[in-house]
């Protein structure tokens, strides 16, 4: 596992920092010192708390990597890549206590480390909530099962590592709270494989009062986030742009997170077509109980359902129907059909509920094995494996910076705006201003009403001198996000230079009510008042 993994991902620690990176990493002051203080009290987007995000044990995780080589990319990607391989190696260990056979757990484990869906968690540096979510995951997982084992003080260990360990997947990301779904899922295969009658009474009757302090835990972690966020789901609405299934009919955004479903399985069987963006216009509404994408979305589900239903009565191997739980289960509370999360579809979402398709296959090859087909397990295993590192290290690529990143997105997610803005921006750092003029059209022309791309081409139009379409430019912004900061800022300083003291110090105002520490607002502001006298 480590040495397959690492062949595959080697080409990734020559990577740059790219998308979210930036903002979380580079232009984040929290992680410039291990202050355990600040970094427990801070939001994990420092200029956005809105967005409702608390995971300090990932942003401590940042500021040791800064402690050891300051904003030098690569050791940040080397941390991401030890984390994915440590993962693999607990899925291992896992899959073996669960079925008992070291191959088809090292298919399994294998899978999970090599399979291109993964490659977002372990590329983008900010997939390191991801990573370390899942790590804490498995392993209170790991010592949960070590804890049923064992007798005395040494359960106990066990069993108080396994609720340390579920905290710190909480603080890693939001994620956390799912190892209490992933232990109600093991102890219920185990029940189920035991052939013993009675699975369920025993179940609610003697299993359940383990999972009580795993509920409190999660209950501390719910408390200290509303303390320090003041919410313990998000604050707000996703904006339109991230997540427009939020401001859907519950009809519409339900047929079309079904759609999206389907669009997850597919990427797990066939990941050729991988992006780091799926936003806004480039999945379309379900509006039609008709519509293709919806029905194959819910065959899937209605499948799945049914298949743990038929495992439940024994009617096929339990193993399938856990395998299959787990997909589903997973992936259900991030999927929008329960609420609207912050994003319509990612593929690091994929990262843990993924496993339980890793499981399914690897029963395939167990199933070979039990037909004496031993001579085509290996040569088979083998030539999926292969396929699946090579998909993957060619995807690594594509992670090297901005520019190499937004450019293979835009040949799988041609609809999305937000590609075609961070792509312009790209073009814009290096010198292409009709290149990147071009994209914040084509980004506008997706989605009218995108602030960022109308004030990205007003700075275009005011570094080429064109003052009245500069200024066109940052009013239409203001018309889509009337507290738009840079736009205020840019037509404050225009305003100024053209003596338009008043209209300066109003844009100035309001930059200042939303950020009052903002120095170039602080300094024009006086001068616009300066000038009013």
């Given at each position: ?55 300090p ?11 050891l ?68 995951i ?42 209490v ?64 299934l ?7 955004r ?142 690594n ?47 506008i ?14 700075v ?37 230079k ?31 008042n300066?000038?009013?006298?």
């Open positions: 596992i480590l040495v397959v993994g690492s062949l595959t991902y080697m080409n990734c620690l020559e990577n740059g920092f790219t998308f979210d990176d930036r903002a979380i990493i580079v232009h984040n002051s929290v992680i410039r010192s291990l202050d355990l203080s600040q970094i427990f009290s801070s939001s994990y987007w420092p200029d956005n708390p809105e967005y409702g995000l608390y995971r044990v990932t942003t401590l995780s940042y500021a040791l990597n800064y402690a080589h300051d904003l030098a990319p690569k050791g940040y990607h080397l941390t991401n890549l030890i984390l994915h391989l440590l993962n693999g190696n607990l899925v291992f260990w896992i899959v073996f206590a669960v079925l008992g056979q070291a191959l088809p757990a090292g298919v399994i484990a294998l899978m999970f480390v090599v399979h291109p869906v993964q490659s977002e968690a372990v590329n983008g540096i900010v997939g390191r909530a991801d990573l370390l979510a899942v790590f804490w498995l392993l209170a997982w790991i010592l949960y099962i070590g804890a049923s084992l064992t007798r005395g003080k040494v359960r106990g260990w066990f069993y108080g590592g396994s609720l340390g360990a579920t905290l710190l997947a909480c603080f890693s990301k939001e994620i956390g709270v799912l190892v779904p992933v232990l109600v899922l093991y102890d219920l295969y185990m029940n189920l494989e035991s052939g013993n009658s009675g699975t369920f009474q025993r179940f609610f009757k003697q299993d359940v009062l383990r999972y009580i302090p795993y509920g409190l835990v999660v209950i501390l972690y719910l408390g200290i986030r509303h303390g320090i966020m003041g919410s313990i789901l998000l604050p707000g609405v996703p904006s339109y742009l991230d997540n427009p939020a401001y859907l009919s519950s009809g519409e339900w047929m079309t997170s079904v759609s999206i479903i389907g669009m997850y399985a597919w990427l797990l069987i066939y990941p050729l077509k991988l992006s780091a963006d799926y936003s806004y216009h480039q999945i379309q509404e379900v509006s039609s109980v008709l519509s293709g994408d919806f029905l194959f979305g819910l065959l899937i589900m209605i499948s799945v359902l049914g298949l743990i239903i038929m495992s439940m009565k024994k009617q096929i191997p339990v193993p399938v129907g856990f395998g299959l739980a787990w997909l589903g289960v997973l992936l259900f509370p991030v999927s929008n059909l329960m609420f609207p999360i912050g994003t319509i579809m990612a593929e690091r979402l994929l990262y843990l509920p993924s496993l339980g398709f890793y499981f399914l296959v690897g029963l395939g090859f167990r199933f070979l094995l039990k037909r004496r087909l031993e001579k085509w397990v290996v040569p088979v295993a083998a030539l999926l494996l292969l396929g699946l590192s090579v998909r993957t290290n060619a995807r690529a594509d992670w090297k910076d901005n520019s190499a990143l937004f450019s293979s997105a835009l040949q799988v997610v041609p609809g999305s705006a937000k590609v075609h803005l961070n792509l312009g921006g790209e073009l814009q750092d290096q010198g292409d201003l009709q290149g990147a003029f071009d994209s914040y059209r084509r980004a022309e997706i989605y009218p009403e995108y602030a960022e791309a109308h004030y990205n081409i007003g275009i139009f005011q570094r080429d001198r064109r003052s009245e379409l500069a200024l066109q430019s940052y009013y239409r912004a203001l018309k889509a996000d009337s507290l738009h900061v840079s736009s205020l800022v840019n037509l404050g300083v225009m305003l100024g053209e003596g338009d003291n008043e209209g300066a110090a109003a844009a100035f105002s309001k930059v200042l009510a939303r950020k009052p520490n903002h120095l170039q607002a602080l300094y024009n502001f006086g001068l616009a300066q000038g009013l006298g």
